[in-house]
């Protein structure tokens, strides 16, 4: 029988809603005596109940959401009924605007969202490609020597750098590189980490403080106004809003900071690393991509887009966005209580067959041709949708196009050995090094 719920839109309103369906329980009893990956068992439900799917994984079902129009309806039109709780990486970003809620979030994003749109994105466009020349540099040399290296390494070299320039209006040195591995490793960290805060902190304790020296130098530099050979940056927009605005304190800058780095290089490096390993099982697509224009024409940075979106459609940066059940609501004409956990997953909204014909096929023209993806709203959403979506979206397009453009026509990588899977962490990335050469 259908539960009777108030309708989040108008409070003195009951709506009917039909009862959730649900994965049997016993393929969730199997899934865990097999030690299976969450994936595993998401990939079940969205197959076997449909896209709004619930799972009992504790006392409270878990409801999963794939479905276009339910994504849509869940981040897009109603993220006051489905909010953030704690993020994963608040150990990590702190308060950052990633993961700060209600009021305070709005005035965050308000803040940098002017630094990621128009004429504010303008800005980082000579240190955008100043990074890139660096790497194409740095690949050149690979090619000569015949050095071999790590593909997944290069790319995160030259997402941090990129978005260090941004931040600081300084190139990456050596020194901060090294120190700066810290964020990787507690990205890495973050799922295997105990629930207890406490201890947690403690186990990671030392990366965290490699990072907290590093970013108390750069915030020190900018409040003394030691702006970069590219001028100021980001950094310098947080200070100077921490001297009006009582709310940026110094370890809100600090969040802030750490937030932009992590979510500046960390998504970037592993969609630029997954765009190598799929070109290599794919050279045709390369090649397709050099012939639609000749360098710098429009024609030629569609192609390279086009191979960056089908990148992100396979692997999404964030390939689960959890949300929590803030009212009673009706979703897809089911029931959602007060205090439902909701898990939204791109990964697996990219790969419906409903939506995406031949869905694991790595197939650009989607994204090349006139009506290769779907219309539905909500069936691509790699950043997200609705007002929580990534404020990095434009920034990692152009510094991913940016990169590819100089290194697409350059000798491509022959890899030596290749991961042979994902691991689905914050980030869904190989599960190993793409070693590789530049030889002939």
């Known amino acids: 029988m259908a539960t009777e719920v108030r309708n989040g839109s108008d409070p003195g309103r009951p709506s009917a809603g039909l009862p959730l369906p649900e994965l049997d329980p016993e393929a969730v009893a199997k899934w865990r005596a097999r030690g299976g990956e969450p994936i595993d068992l998401f990939a079940l439900a969205r197959q076997q109940v449909g896209g709004v799917a619930a799972l009992r994984l504790g ?3 878990t409801v999963l959401v794939t479905a276009p129009h339910a994504v849509q309806h869940v981040l897009a039109l109603h993220p006051d009924r489905y909010v953030k709780r704690s993020h994963r990486a608040r150990l990590l970003i702190g308060d950052g605007v990633l993961a700060a809620t209600g009021e305070a979030w709005r005035r965050q994003r308000r803040l940098l969202q002017t630094q990621f749109t128009g004429r504010g994105l303008r800005r980082y466009e000579e240190r955008i ?25 290069e790319m995160r070299r030259f997402a941090l750098d990129t978005i260090w320039r941004s931040l ?23 799922p295997r980490l105990p629930e207890d805060a406490v201890v947690a902190e403690g186990a990671v304790a030392g990366d965290l403080a490699r990072i907290d020296a590093v970013a108390a130098r750069a915030i020190a530099a900018a409040r003394d106004g030691a702006a970069g050979p590219d001028g100021p940056g980001l950094l310098h927009v947080l200070t100077e809003a921490a001297e009006t605005r009582p709310e940026y304190t110094e370890r809100l800058v600090r969040d802030e900071l750490v937030t932009l780095m992590v979510a500046g290089h960390e ?12 070109l290599d099982r794919h050279p045709e697509e390369r090649e397709r991509a050099l012939a639609a224009g000749p360098e ?12 960056v979106h089908e990148t992100l459609r396979l692997y999404p940066p964030a390939w689960i966005m ?10 897809a004409g089911h029931t959602i209580e007060a205090g439902t956990d909701i898990v939204v997953c791109p990964y697996l909204t990219h790969r419906d067959p409903d939506f995406w014909p031949e869905p694991e096929r790595f197939d650009p023209a989607r994204f090349r041709d006139p009506g290769g993806r779907p219309a539905d709203a909500g069936s691509y959403y790699p950043f997200g949708v609705g007002p929580r979506a990534c404020l990095g979206l434009q920034f990692a397009l152009r510094e991913s196009v940016a ?16 991961p042979t899977g994902a691991v689905y962490s914050i980030t869904v990335r190989p599960d190993g090094p793409a070693l590789a050469t530049l030889d002939v």
Request: aromatic share 4%.
């Open 129 to 153: 490609g100043a990074a890139a020349d660096t790497a194409a540099a740095r690949w050149a040399g690979f090619a000569d020597s015949g050095e071999e290296f790590d593909v997944g390494e």
């Open 322 to 331: 959890p949300r929590h059940a803030a009212q009673d609501d009706v979703l």
């Open 296 to 307: 710098g024409s429009p024609e030629r940075r569609q192609a390279v887009q086009a191979l």
């Open 267 to 278: 998504t970037t490096a592993t969609t630029l690393t997954w765009l190598h390993l799929l």
């Open 168 to 190: 600081t209006g300084h190139a990456l040195d050596a020194a901060t590189e090294a120190e700066l591995a810290s964020v990787p490793a507690v990205v890495a960290a973050l």
């Open 59 to 61: 006392p409270r079902p």
């Open 403 to 418: 990169l590819l453009e100089r290194l697409l026509p350059a000798r491509p990588p022959r890899l030596r050995s290749a």
